[in-house]
DNA sequence: CTGAAAGCGCTAACAC
DNA sequence: GTGTTAGCGCTTTCAG
């Protein structure tokens, strides 16, 4: 079944089908009947693989993002099909879990599929030469949370300090003074951020730094989070409060508080991050929220403007998180 | 860039850089390495959609799915995801969750973008009609879970009865006779199963069926879990052990839990279903797995296979459960 | 308002 | 071994 098949049957010329089928341009009734008609009873899908060629616009989004161990992935990926769709784009999303398939190859792949626009979060493997095969392209790319400084590509960068430091700030408003931090070792600035917010918080208090509250785990994951708990609830003056860069840390640490029959917050406070599972443990954990419902709006529109005009220079847009508040910080 | 500037760049016809494309077909070592060396310098990129039209292959596979509350829809789009990329194809996932999007129109883009292959898992709103329309195109099609019985169509199955059955069985084992049951509104047969396979289990058992301990809610959720649990929680002569078919109940009956302070598995023994969750929880809970790590594979054997031979009957496959022991249930 | 014609970039016979 | 050629199904000028 062929644009072709459809214009013999109804009687008109291909141009008129296609006028029919894409509803622009002028067609007279009757003839639109008769197309439709036929398109209808034959059950004609239109290729948009021919459509793609012809018009070099494929109405695919390419989505590059790397699979981690906490729930954002999910949400991320959600956030921005969700997004896609209300806008009549469809993504492709390509995780770069394995070793197997280099970030170079996944680009190769995603400028060949012709995808009109691109979209990377939290790719730790770029670098300026990989991103430079995209722009050459001159698709639209969007590069969120980890992102780099790259000439006519938009940012969407995530408030983490602002984040850390409103959670810690809340816990030192409840009364307390010795605040844990756990987090992960800095790879990226991602985590340096965090840290610094919850230092800062601290200074501004008027808090010394205690570097034995402080927590550095090679990963984010429940078990890193056991782990820190135990060595934390372990220490001669042990901390009031805990705040842990994912809510990861925070499944684990309730874990171990589980065990020894601590509850949260009578006898420790806990503050989470991410707000992906905090809702739903024992008891509900007070979280920093990244605000992703709205990420894919923000990717798209951003996208959407360069294909309109692709020489806008780079423009960022900040992520604000925010507290979510479920009672996990006990008033001293 | 296309091939013809390839060619024309490197002296050769536009064949003989097809061939270098494509790895395929006799040419000199010379001239290969001319059109190598050109495509490096170059940096050309293979038009995929082209190759598309051509050779009405996208390489692309058709996911459509339902943005279920559990966490479900992501173990099974990261595991269709993983095996497909493996096999050299991408996803395309159209999540039904959007009233505005109806299934009819999801598939007929899926049919337009003319993917290899495609593959619904669990939505609940198919019929034979909007099926036929994918199997006259003769895209080889597989449906997970939520099945139909259709013509030359793969179906996997999961074997709730048997899982559900085990759990109980296993809380049995563990010498408990007052056996709770939570679970969902039969709309679907996995929900029937489910319940079957409890009955079942404790009929085996010779323990009468006891109505006031099977509660049934309107959806999965984390809060209906804990409504659930405050009903049985009160009931005069309490539960010993539940038996839930989503981990998100498991999640709300601990919350409840948490507020009583009534411990697991001391004062209650729960078993969950998913295997989602369970491992995130305080204490862990002994969940029933779905066996999903294998299920893309599965998906993309059955297409694939399919995609060489249209004609062979439907098959189908059956995923099967197992219990994930966590000690949530205490040996009375 | 409608149709004819020229490709989009690539593949696959088929000839040389 | 290599090149010529004819499309895949559609969009889009440009005439009528």
Chains 1, 2 share one sequence.
Do not use: W
């Not at 984010?220 to 840390?249: H, I, K, N, W």
Request: aromatic residues 4%; proline residues 3%.
């Amino acid at each position: 079944m062929t644009m072709i098949d459809i214009a013999k049957a109804a009687g008109v010329s291909l141009t008129t089908v296609g006028r029919v089928v894409r509803k622009k341009g002028y067609v007279s009734r009757e003839k639109r009947e008769a197309v439709e008609e036929v398109i209808r009873k034959t059950g004609y899908v239109p290729n948009l693989v021919a459509q793609g060629l012809k018009s070099s616009r494929t109405g695919l989004i390419g989505h590059l993002t790397v699979l981690n161990p906490n729930m954002l992935y999910e949400q991320i990926s959600k956030s921005i099909n969700r997004a896609a769709a209300q806008r009549g784009y469809q993504v492709l999303t390509y995780a770069a879990d394995l070793e197997d398939q280099n970030t170079a190859d996944l680009l190769d792949e995603l400028i060949g599929r012709r995808v009109d626009g691109i979209a990377i979060t939290s790719n730790p493997q770029l670098d300026q030469t990989l991103l430079q095969k995209i722009l050459v392209q001159n698709i639209p790319l969007v590069m969120v949370e980890r992102t780099l400084n790259v000439k006519r590509t938009d940012r969407i960068v995530v408030s983490d300090y602002r984040g850390a430091y409103t959670a810690v700030q809340h816990i030192i408003r409840h009364g307390h003074r010795k605040i844990a931090f756990i987090g992960k070792f800095a790879d990226q600035d991602v985590e340096n951020r965090r840290l610094n917010g919850y230092k800062a918080a601290l200074r501004a208090a008027g808090i010394a730094e205690d570097k034995t509250l402080i927590e550095l785990r090679r990963n984010y994951g429940v078990e890193e989070g056991s782990a820190a708990a135990e060595r934390l609830l372990e220490l001669p003056s042990r901390p009031t409060a805990v705040f842990m860069t994912s809510d990861l840390f925070a499944c684990g640490f309730l874990q171990a508080c589980y065990r020894r029959k601590i509850r949260v917050p009578d006898d420790i406070s806990l503050v989470g991050y991410d707000n992906t599972l905090s809702m739903m443990l024992s008891p509900p954990i007070t979280s920093v929220s990244l605000g992703l419902d709205d990420l894919g709006s923000d990717v798209m529109e951003l996208l959407l403007s360069r294909m309109n005009d692709g020489l806008i220079e780079g423009r960022q847009v900040a992520n604000s998180t925010s507290l979510i508040d479920r009672g996990s910080v006990r008033l001293l």
